[in-house]
């Protein structure tokens, strides 16, 4: 839409006129109606629309905004619907991702339900602005300046000779902006002070060449009145006038000023025998009164007033053994930066242990609680482990795990107890697996869940006989689609409450069901044979502000998230990004992780996101959890297994706030990190690169799709060097080994090169999380579909798949797999799964289907693929339930294989660096192969005294030549040699160092210990 608009002297006159002096509305509003108004001087309105959120009965997505309601002299003007006692409208003016002014911006109802906006001006209007005003300098929506201890404020403000700077204060808020100044509160004087001290700017890297600004004595012991109300910075010239204006980040405050003394105090609800004590940590709150209830929907039967400690700031209420079982909410009454106002918040804990359907209060319980443990919980033996080496990961979704298994009763399906049941397809597979090798089960998210409804009844399911349509219609996705937000399903990656079970996945989601069938859940895996990790999310939350479902941000607003320069909330992450440098956060994080493994026997824990931690928070969760004993805490914390993703992107990247908990700085501590270099390299391409860019185990030279990546010489060379960053892979991914490279060269692994960063990282294989497919992204089988020539049998499909694997499974390091790629599992080319329903999502483990087919995957986050992904699915044959046996007993064969020798299992780089090495290697060699052998020269094995596989990633028979195997009764190894593979069994290796494998084909030959 393009509305012309008269010139603004012309513009003014006339909404004078239509609005009159006093800034009447155009119109009378419905009771049920706000409208926002906005204005733009150049008049180019094309595009722009409306996100609205809070008490709206709107809805609406980013990527799908309001339009228009119509036009006006000012500009555009939406109306938007409001709920019944509508209070507050948020909103963003935005097209695409561009917003105007830029920071969330919000209405107060009772006052007025009109407002205006001026483009690149963050006030709202309650009464007709004037366009061509000369707007005040400064910005009070902002915060520019931080307050890093009770005397410091840093600012990077130009200050001219002869300014000065005030800090100006308001209890109950208020502050305006005017041309001579920060009006509505108390002035306090700063004085300009340089540089900001060395301790300071170590703490604050991103604020070092900032200015510093010091508050006098007597006014910073004045700092705990302060930090309760509006905060400002004003700067004044020589003339009076006002310069510049922002208001104030608070965090680092905050720690200098509570830290030390509530660290390592309890939070939530703790226990003294049977009496409870509610503690919560609200140094900013004017008043915080505790709001109990009898059940999950009646009216407070009592309020408490807490006690506060002024030197923790925290909030306490002792109770009475009666309070046991009872709900609760807390009622904060705080300044929110957010809306500028000071808000009355009714609020759920943040350490809440126990929740309300759809957590809309949190629930006071005793762990310990014996009503609440599964017999036989107290004395559960975990399965045994030695070493984190000997461990391998299965990743699995809770509702995938039952939700199309018909043996399960369908009350259970998609639930904890699903996973306690004797006889179902599902059981069964988890237990064959574990007898095969398999060490750990990784669930994503079982924490309390912000998007998924937790009130069955309400859920939907798509509309249609979805199976009548072809393989590559779009008919399946819209039906999908149009109910993606109203069904049980969604990956979890939306915390809500960190510390409780998600209540969709129990059968009864009031109350504490959640913690004993979570309890259930954990026991019968360990009786199965399997650890359990717990995918955690502690690097961002579902909302922030005064969100309905921002529950850190309305207890001490502006601290718990990671602001911007400008005190925006950041969202690198795709949601609001936590802060864990802020000493609170990390208690949180902390705290809830050992919730998790001393009262839920979480034997180890995967990092959403951890380079958006610090590498200090890492480490402090090793420590914490590493200090639980059994005698003490009835686990064994030093088996308790930490690894995550250590991308490095974002605001936090290259160390801008510390040192973060990357790839590259984690090396060394003994937590693992995803490595993306051995994927890539057996995929091909990457996550962001052409979804048909081929790799090892998908054809790359020696079995080239149609696209164009070069000339035969240039991918025969792209080729050589992926199976280089393959081998560093195999090894452990470690910075130290050396090998030779494709050019002949000899190299480290830190010395190859990957998009800029050194491909080997680790200094410990246990540091080298291993895998080709995961959660994210396509899954192999679909990833091989997309790259491998469109003409491939299903029966080589099956063994690139097969090949993928085995680099896995036989790697240096921990192997990590995903759930169904094992069978074969497809997701119908869609590459991000997250509210895709279960349709998209389906896991078979009765072995029947693979869900190839099932239509072109939700246009949202594949579309502009489509062209492509409709001629692959209407092409290329699901598989038949033979070809997904296949690869089911290759994988189990796989981990049998592993288990059955420590030189797959070596436990440092020493050892790596002395057991392992390659062969046909260098510019000479043969592509598409890779030969690795492992020589027992430490005695680990009483079994063999040498182990060498060869990947075949060509389609053809290859004939190495090994001189150094020459001699040495090599015998294909027992597991193959009673494989379900008629062609492994092909596999030979000969007196004089000759190795023969067939094409697609991994080959494992022994050599017997010498006795």
């Not at 079982?446 to 006989?465: K, L, M, N, Q, Y």
């Not at 109350?511 to 069938?517: K, N, S």
């Not at 896991?843 to 995957?857: E, I, M, R």
Request: proline content about 6%; glycine content about 8%; charged content about 25%.
């Amino acid at each position: 839409m393009t509305v012309r608009i008269p010139p603004r002297s012309l513009r003014w006159l006339s909404a004078l006129y239509l609005f009159g002096v006093l800034g009447a509305g155009y119109a009378q509003l419905p009771d049920d109606t706000a409208r926002i108004h906005y204005n733009r001087p150049d008049g180019d309105y094309e595009g722009w629309t409306l996100h609205v959120w809070e008490d709206t009965s709107e809805s609406v997505t980013w990527e799908s905004g309001l339009t228009p309601t119509g036009e006006s002299d000012f500009g555009l003007y939406w109306d938007v619907g409001l709920v019944e006692g509508a209070e507050t409208l948020g909103f963003i003016v935005h097209r695409g991702d561009d917003k105007d002014p830029g920071p969330d911006q919000f209405l107060n109802l009772t006052e007025s339900r009109e407002a205006w906006i001026l483009s690149g001006d963050p006030t709202v209007y309650t009464t007709l602005p004037d366009p061509d005003a000369e707007p005040a300098r400064g910005n009070l929506a902002l915060s520019r300046a931080h307050w890093l201890d009770a005397t410091t404020f840093a600012w990077d403000a130009d200050l001219p000779e002869g300014a000065s700077v005030s800090l100006v204060y308001a209890p109950d808020a208020g502050l305006e902006l005017s041309q001579t100044g920060v009006t509505g509160g108390e002035a306090l004087e700063l004085s300009v002070a340089g540089e900001l001290p060395d301790a300071l700017r170590e703490r604050f890297p991103h604020l070092a060449d900032y200015t510093a600004l010091t508050l006098g004595e007597a006014d910073a012991a004045r700092a705990p009145e302060l930090l309760r109300g509006q905060l400002a910075l004003a700067l004044t010239g020589a003339d009076g006038a006002l310069l510049d204006a922002t208001g104030v980040q608070i965090p680092g405050v905050l720690d200098d000023l509570y830290a030390d003394a509530a660290y390592d105090e309890p939070l939530g609800v703790v226990w003294q025998e049977s009496t409870p004590t509610l503690r919560l940590w609200a140094p900013t709150a004017q008043s915080v009164r505790l709001h109990l209830f009898e059940d999950a929907t009646g009216d407070a039967v009592e309020v408490v007033e807490p006690t506060y400690d002024e030197a923790s700031g925290i909030w306490s209420a002792t109770g009475t053994p009666d309070w046991n079982g009872r709900y609760y909410l807390y009622e904060v009454v705080v300044y929110a930066p957010s809306t500028q106002r000071v808000e009355t918040n009714l609020v759920t804990d943040p350490y809440a242990l126990s929740l309300s359907m759809n957590s809309t209060r949190s629930q006071i319980v005793d762990l310990n609680d014996p009503a609440l443990k599964p017999e036989g919980w107290d004395a559960l033996a975990k399965p045994p482990l030695e070493a984190p080496e000997d461990i391998t990961i299965y990743e699995l979704h809770v509702r995938d795990f039952s939700a199309h298994d018909e043996l399960v009763p369908e009350e259970l399906r998609g639930t904890y107890l699903a996973f306690t049941l004797d006889d179902t397809h599902g059981v069964r597979h988890l237990r064959a697996l574990a007898e095969a090798g398999l060490t750990h089960l990784h669930l994503l998210p079982v924490f309390d869940i912000a998007t998924i409804d937790e009130d069955r009844s309400t859920w939907r399911e798509p509309e249609g006989d979805l199976e009548s349509y072809p393989p590559n219609s779009p008919q399946q996705q819209a039906a999908v689609d149009a109910v993606r937000d109203q069904n049980g399903f969604n990956w979890g990656y939306d915390p809500f409450h960190f510390t409780a079970p998600e209540g969709s996945y129990a059968t009864d989601p009031e109350g504490p069901t959640r913690i004993l069938e979570f309890r259930e859940m954990v026991k019968s895996l360990n009786e199965s044979g399997l650890r359990v990790v717990m995918d955690v999310v502690y690097n961002h939350t579902n909302a922030s502000g005064q969100s309905e479902k921002s529950v850190l941000d309305r207890v001490v607003p502006g601290y718990y998230h990671r602001l911007s320069a400008d005190g925006m909330v950041e969202t690198s992450t795709c949601c609001p990004n936590t802060a864990s440098e802020h000493a609170m956060m990390e208690k949180l994080m902390i705290d809830s992780l050992v919730v998790w493994a001393r009262d839920y026997k979480i034997d180890g824990f995967r990092f959403d996101l951890m380079g958006h931690h610090m590498l200090t928070n890492m480490t402090a969760v090793q420590e914490a959890l590493g200090s639980l004993t059994e005698e003490e805490d009835g686990v064994d914390g030093a088996s308790i297994y930490l690894y995550g993703e250590g991308w490095n992107f974002g605001e936090v990247a290259d160390n801008a706030r510390g040192v973060n908990a990357t790839q590259l700085n984690m090396a060394g501590t003994g937590v693992g990190t995803f490595n993306d270099r051995l994927r890539d390299g057996a995929r091909g391409g990457h996550p962001f690169a052409g979804i048909q860019e081929q790799g090892f185990v998908t054809g790359l030279y020696t079995a080239p799709n149609d696209t164009d990546q070069g000339s035969e010489d240039e991918q025969r060379q792209e080729l050589l060097r992926l199976s280089d960053q393959i081998r560093i892979g195999l090894a452990g991914n470690l910075a130290a080994y050396t090998f030779e490279n494709h050019v002949g060269e000899r190299v480290a692994g830190r010395d190859l090169d990957y998009g800029g960063s050194p491909a080997g990282y680790t200094e410990d294989p246990q540091e080298n999380i291993v895998y080709v497919s995961k959660h994210d992204n396509e899954t192999l089988f679909d990833a091989i579909a997309l790259k491998a020539p469109l003409d491939t049998p299903m029966s080589e499909r099956v063994r690139m798949q097969n090949l993928g694997l085995s680099l896995v499974a036989l790697s240096q390091g921990v192997p990590f797999f995903h759930a169904g790629s094992d069978l074969l599992r497809s997701k119908s080319l869609d590459r991000n799964s997250y509210n895709s329903g279960d349709w998209f999502n389906r896991l078979d483990f009765s072995y029947t289907t693979n869900n190839w087919g099932v239509g072109l995957p939700p246009e949202r986050e594949n579309g502009a693929n489509w062209p492509v992904m409709s001629r692959i699915l209407g092409t290329v044959p699901a598989p038949e339930p033979h070809h997904i046996r296949r690869n089911a007993e290759h994988f189990r064969e796989l981990l049998q294989i592993r288990r059955s020798s420590p030189l797959f299992r070596l436990r440092s780089a020493q050892e790596v660096t002395d057991t392992l090495t390659f062969s046909n290697t260098g510019p000479d060699q043969v592509p598409g192969v890779i030969v690795m052998h492992l020589d027992d020269v430490h005695g680990l094995d009483p079994e063999h005294a040498s182990v060498t596989v060869v990947f075949n990633g060509t389609p053809e028979v290859q004939r190495l030549r090994a001189d150094a195997l020459a001699g040495r009764a090599l015998q294909l190894h027992p597991v193959q040699r009673r494989s379900g593979d008629p062609l492994v069994k092909f596999s030979r290796a000969r007196d004089d160092g000759t190795l023969i494998v067939p094409g697609r084909t991994t080959a494992v030959f022994v050599e017997r210990a010498r006795q």
